[in-house]
């Protein structure tokens, strides 16, 4: 099984930064996409970005042009960099990785971000 650990979760206060990272147990890119989600208390879990083996990125309408995802392949991580954060990015933060051709998907246990007014 493919373990995932995240990291670099906290408070900060709106406007602020923080970058994420999820380190996999094995080389992502023997993954078909790695996916940052997150969710709210009372909410469902939602997707905020993605990016694909290729390199395609994508993100949630609510997030886009402050947030931004990337793979580091010599470190197995993928990062996600959250700039001007707003409460209502407050969230804890999962990250998915999947292999689309054995129908695998792996979850990591989340780190929470707290964006205070």
């Known amino acids: 099984q493919v373990q995932l650990v995240e990291s670099g979760g906290g408070l900060v206060q709106s406007g602020g930064s923080l970058t994420l990272s999820c380190a996999a147990s094995e080389p992502i890119f023997s993954f078909s996409a790695m996916v940052w989600y997150r969710q709210a208390p009372g909410k469902q879990r939602d997707l905020v970005a993605r990016i694909t083996y290729a390199g395609s990125t994508n993100y949630a309408d609510s997030v886009k042009g402050r947030f931004t995802i990337s793979r580091d392949g010599a470190k197995n991580t993928v990062d996600l960099q959250m700039n001007s954060l707003k409460p209502a990015d407050t969230a804890v933060y999962y990250c998915?990785?999947?292999?689309?051709?054995?129908?695998?998907?792996?979850w990591g246990q989340g780190t929470q971000v707290t964006v205070s007014s």
């Open positions: 998915n990785v999947g292999r689309g051709w054995t129908n695998e998907t792996y």
